[in-house]
């Protein structure tokens, strides 16, 4: 992919600040696309429904997968795409994670869910600075009826998050396959609801500051020399490298400690294949589909 110009990431990153995200179109090369289709098709295959159990914040036909990067080598280049690489540190700093990385798969009838803000999980009081962005991956069309991301514009300048029992006026987050959005931590929004008979594709690839904590423990769940093998841009927004000085090993960036210890060590994880065979046991439920065909939904319960 082509570079941004800075008049165009100066361009998202104000619309950002003013509106809370951002939509790009064209982020997302046809050819990658269609390879990050077929990976949800093979996960639909060995881990059917997704990795959490149905429920009204996730969704009931709403497929979510995470430890994507266990996964088909397609996650590797979705975490690090030229252009999200290059407008998050206008967002967050220099210095930023990978935070989590799931899909967001909405079946035909899934319902609307509850607005909420991504940092939240950090419970730090309003006004602060920028902790986190979602950007929006939209593998299929976002629109109203398919249940396209609901936004409240310009809630990220407000000094609360949304209260329990309260109406905000919300626009839906409408944009063709193949861009990507930017949503702050701060902007309130929340999955629409899908009134067709056809399936949201999309995923959700979120990073976060580089001082806080990453949602997901990807430092612990991938392993170090499986790692070691990710591209360099990749390793540093893993945590690989340090970040105001802090994730130091022996003062120095841990990439040199783990390279030590691990770049010798076989690359292949025997876990990975029990990991698929545990799936029923960890989303508790078995799987009943309620969208027969290819776009099979969420247990619903």
């Known amino acids: 992919m082509r570079e941004l110009a800075e008049q165009e990431i100066t361009q998202y990153a104000t619309a950002v600040k003013e509106n809370g995200f951002a939509i790009m179109e064209g982020a997302i090369e046809e050819g990658l696309c269609k390879d990050i289709l077929a990976e949800l098709e093979r996960l639909e295959a060995v881990r059917p429904g997704g990795d959490i159990p149905p429920g009204p914040f996730t969704g009931f036909v709403t497929r979510r997968w995470f430890d994507l990067l266990n996964d088909g080598d397609v996650w590797q280049q979705v975490a690090i795409n030229r252009w999200v690489m290059q407008v998050l540190p206008?967002?967050?700093?220099?210095?930023?994670?990978?935070?989590?990385?799931?899909?967001?798969?909405?079946?035909?009838?899934?319902?609307?869910?509850?607005?909420?803000?991504?940092?939240?999980?950090?419970?730090?009081?309003?006004?602060?600075p920028n902790l986190v962005c979602n950007t929006m991956w939209a593998l299929s069309d976002f629109t109203e009826e398919t249940g396209g991301t609901r936004l409240v514009r310009g809630s990220n300048n407000w000094d609360h998050d949304p209260q329990?029992?309260?109406?905000?006026?919300?626009?839906?987050?409408?944009?063709?396959?193949?861009s990507i959005a930017f949503v702050i931590g701060t902007c309130y929004h929340g999955a629409g609801t899908n009134t067709t008979d056809e399936t949201r594709w999309a995923l959700t690839i979120n990073y976060c500051n580089g001082s806080m904590r990453q949602q997901e423990n990807l430092m612990l769940g991938v392993r170090p020399d499986r790692m070691l093998t990710f591209p360099a841009e990749l390793q540093d927004i893993l945590g690989f490298k340090l970040c105001k000085g802090a994730g130091h090993i022996f003062a120095s960036d841990p990439r040199v400690e783990l390279a030590r210890r691990y770049a010798k060590w076989d690359k292949q994880d025997p876990y990975l294949?029990?990991?698929?065979?545990?799936?029923r046991e960890r989303i508790g439920n078995p799987i009943v589909s309620r969208d027969p065909g290819v776009d099979r939904g969420r247990a619903n319960r």
């Open 273 to 279: 294949q029990q990991r698929n065979e545990l799936h």
């Open 90 to 128: 206008h967002l967050l700093g220099e210095e930023f994670l990978l935070s989590t990385m799931g899909s967001a798969v909405i079946g035909p009838g899934e319902e609307a869910q509850d607005l909420h803000v991504d940092d939240g999980v950090y419970q730090f009081p309003r006004p602060h």
């Open 164 to 178: 329990p029992g309260e109406t905000y006026e919300s626009i839906p987050l409408e944009m063709p396959a193949g």
